[in-house]
């Protein structure tokens, strides 16, 4: 299980940082995703790490705004959001993959999301 926390409402150019707990499997077996969908759009892949935080990638548009992380001992996941744009505004998901990808279809876990809205 999955289950993310920390989304809420943010002006422009506000920080976040959401978490994502979980249980049920073996944490530290699994690469970690943060995964978004905005409004009337699809869903977009946002960033991932490995098993033990050794590697990230990022979509290109949350470059140097976002930084994925993860505690191991806590079985959690993080996401710090800076310099936040309207078009930030989405759910947010993590997920879950025995492999260091960007793709859906090896996502074994979802959460349930958090929405984060970015306005003034």
């Known amino acids: 299980q999955l289950v993310e926390s920390g989304g809420g409402l943010v002006q422009p150019g506000g920080s976040l940082r959401l978490s994502c707990a979980a249980s049920?499997?073996?944490?530290?077996?699994?690469?970690m995703s943060w995964v978004r969908q905005a409004p009337g759009k699809g869903l977009e892949w946002v960033s991932v790490?490995?098993?033990?935080?050794?590697?990230?990638y990022y979509a290109e548009s949350m470059k140097g705004r976002f930084t994925i992380s993860r505690d191991n001992a806590k079985s959690t996941l993080y996401l710090q959001m800076n310099s936040l744009k309207s078009e930030d505004t989405a759910v947010y998901y993590c997920?879950?993959?025995?492999?260091?990808?960007?793709?859906?279809?090896?996502?074994?876990?979802w959460g349930q999301g958090t929405q984060v809205t970015v306005s003034s």
């Open positions: 997920a879950a993959s025995t492999v260091v990808t960007s793709l859906r279809d090896y996502y074994d876990y």
């Open positions: 049920g499997f073996t944490f530290d077996d699994y690469a």
């Open positions: 790490i490995s098993w033990n935080g050794g590697t990230t």
